[in-house]
């Protein structure tokens, strides 16, 4: 057996965090690592294994960036949460600093310099890897000063292009106007260094009231607001530029008179989009659970309801003064509630009605996916959110407030535009 097939053995049973140091080794283990075989190995001998991920805030605030993380787990083996990775953003000279998208494994980051300067940065966190994004060149006076005021926020996705569980490129997408059946977008694209604009024809005319979010998947942007029952798609990087959106309507639309305490709860796991929402049947809470599995005007061809299940048990014991975050973005099973008067984090499994609840003040905790579950100033800015949940106030929908921040299943660094 040579040097490479002994590193093989030793190396595809290690956690990736170790892996990342190996390749500096020499270069035949440099090349063994990178190489497509070594990867495909180490990805299907980790593919049931947990994967260390964060739960980020999406609001402007100073408190933190992560509020909930996950480490100590298999795949990655890290001793402390990702989501810490970008804690030296905080150490710099800014005013003002917001997570704005979360997408296979890269982020979009929010800064505002000491001298009120607008800046973007995309970056890979684990690596330390950060790439400041050049302002659009066509942005106005008034544009720059809304991005100050903050009104471009929730305007803003990060769609990337993956091949075989590696980032290949990503485009920052800026929503620059809206208005009767067009939208027109700002894109920056890291294969070309450069900005377009775009106009993208919408099938129906939506008013987009207040801040809208948005969640990427598969190069698709999926843009949400609040005060509507539907949601754009656009796919960035598939099909012609002049497609047009998507509009879906959401699986419960026109139900309200049996909608509770909270709506729009929209997240992603196991590689789709997944929306749930509590329903009230016959004095009994029920959960629903569904999957975005076609992109379709209707609703009964575009969803799967994954799960259906009563809540009576877990609100018996705890109380019903909750709100839901995120569902588990590698198992399907499990849905996280915060629950207000315990001050604390329930994990439910939709399938076994298993619930346990983790508390900030209580010591580290392994939570249901195997990995140490850590918390990051959570309750206090829970209680700053909790009025948008208020049950006197069911009218009031869930804004995305939060994004899952996960780690990838391999290896992969910030893609570089090319030099200019």
């Given at each position: 057996?040579?040097?490479?097939?002994?590193?093989?053995?030793?190396?595809?049973r290690?956690?990736?965090?170790?892996?990342?140091?190996?390749?500096?080794?020499?270069?035949?283990?440099?090349?063994?690592?990178?190489?497509?075989?070594?990867?495909?190995?180490?990805?299907?001998?980790?593919?049931?294994?947990?994967?260390?991920?964060?739960?980020?805030?999406?609001?402007?605030?100073?408190?933190?960036?992560?509020?909930?993380?996950?480490?100590?787990?298999k795949?990655?083996?890290?001793?402390?949460?990702?989501?810490?990775?970008?804690?030296?953003?905080?150490?710099?000279?800014?005013?003002?600093?917001?997570?704005?998208?979360?997408?296979?494994?890269?982020?979009?980051?929010?800064?505002?310099?000491?001298?009120?300067?607008?800046?973007?940065?995309?970056?890979?966190?684990?690596?330390?890897?950060?790439?400041?994004?050049?302002?659009p060149?066509?942005?106005?006076?008034?544009?720059?000063d809304?991005?100050?005021?903050?009104?471009?926020?929730?305007?803003?996705?990060?769609?990337?292009?993956?091949?075989?569980?590696?980032?290949?490129?990503?485009?920052?997408?800026?929503?620059?106007?809206?208005?009767?059946?067009?939208?027109?977008?700002?894109?920056?694209?890291?294969?070309?260094?450069?900005?377009?604009?775009?106009?993208?024809?919408?099938?129906?005319?939506?008013?987009?009231f207040?801040?809208?979010?948005?969640?990427?998947?598969?190069?698709?942007?999926?843009?949400?607001?609040?005060?509507?029952?539907?949601?754009?798609?656009?796919?960035?990087?598939?099909?012609?530029?002049?497609?047009?959106?998507?509009?879906?309507?959401?699986?419960?639309?026109?139900?309200?008179?049996?909608?509770?305490?909270?709506?729009?709860?929209?997240?992603?796991?196991?590689?789709s989009?997944?929306?749930?929402?509590?329903?009230?049947?016959?004095?009994?809470?029920?959960?629903?659970?569904?999957?975005?599995?076609?992109?379709?005007?209707?609703?009964?061809?575009?969803?799967?309801?994954?799960?259906?299940?009563?809540?009576v048990?877990?609100?018996?014991?705890?109380?019903?003064?909750?709100?839901?975050?995120v569902?588990?973005?590698?198992?399907?099973?499990?849905?996280?509630?915060?629950?207000?008067?315990?001050?604390?984090?329930?994990?439910?499994?939709?399938?076994?009605?298993?619930?346990?609840?983790?508390?900030?003040?209580?010591?580290?905790?392994?939570?249901?996916?195997?990995?140490?579950?850590?918390?990051?100033?959570?309750?206090?800015?829970?209680?700053?959110?909790?009025?948008?949940?208020?049950?006197?106030?069911?009218?009031?929908?869930?804004?995305?407030?939060?994004?899952?921040?996960?780690?990838?299943?391999?290896?992969?660094?910030?893609p570089?535009?090319?030099?200019?």
């Open positions: 057996m040579n040097i490479p097939e002994v590193a093989f053995v030793v190396l595809v290690l956690p990736l965090k170790s892996i990342a140091r190996f390749r500096s080794v020499c270069k035949e283990w440099k090349d063994l690592i990178d190489s497509d075989f070594f990867r495909d190995h180490f990805i299907s001998r980790n593919s049931s294994s947990s994967i260390s991920w964060s739960i980020i805030q999406m609001q402007p605030h100073k408190l933190t960036l992560e509020i909930v993380g996950h480490h100590g787990c795949t990655w083996g890290l001793a402390r949460s990702p989501g810490s990775f970008m804690s030296f953003f905080v150490e710099r000279a800014i005013n003002k600093i917001q997570v704005l998208a979360c997408t296979d494994g890269l982020v979009l980051v929010y800064l505002e310099a000491a001298d009120d300067t607008p800046m973007y940065y995309v970056g890979n966190p684990l690596f330390q890897e950060w790439f400041r994004v050049p302002l060149p066509f942005l106005s006076l008034e544009d720059l809304r991005l100050r005021l903050h009104e471009r926020f929730s305007d803003t996705g990060l769609v990337t292009k993956m091949r075989r569980g590696i980032v290949m490129s990503y485009k920052v997408v800026l929503l620059m106007s809206h208005g009767g059946t067009k939208f027109g977008f700002a894109i920056y694209s890291s294969d070309t260094g450069k900005w377009e604009n775009r106009n993208v024809t919408c099938p129906l005319h939506h008013c987009w207040g801040h809208c979010k948005s969640i990427a998947l598969n190069g698709i942007l999926h843009r949400f607001s609040s005060l509507i029952s539907s949601f754009l798609a656009y796919d960035f990087y598939g099909g012609n530029v002049d497609d047009g959106c998507r509009m879906i309507s959401f699986p419960d639309s026109g139900k309200d008179e049996v909608l509770r305490r909270f709506r729009r709860t929209i997240t992603t796991s196991e590689g989009i997944v929306y749930f929402n509590e329903f009230h049947e016959n004095e009994n809470r029920m959960l629903r659970v569904w999957r975005l599995f076609k992109y379709t005007d209707g609703p009964e061809e575009a969803w799967q309801l994954l799960w259906d299940v009563s809540l048990s877990m609100i018996e014991l705890l109380g019903i003064d909750y709100f839901p975050v569902m588990h973005p590698l198992n399907s099973e499990i849905i996280y509630l915060w629950f207000m008067d315990e001050k604390g984090m329930v994990l439910f499994n939709l399938r076994t009605l298993a619930f346990s609840l983790h508390k900030e003040n209580e010591d580290d905790s392994k939570c249901m996916d195997g990995c140490v579950l850590s918390f990051n100033m959570c309750s206090e800015y829970m209680e700053d959110i909790c009025g948008y949940f208020s049950p006197w106030f069911n009218c009031v929908p869930n804004h995305l407030i939060f994004s899952q921040y996960v780690l990838p299943r391999w290896l992969h660094r910030l570089r535009p090319p030099p200019t």
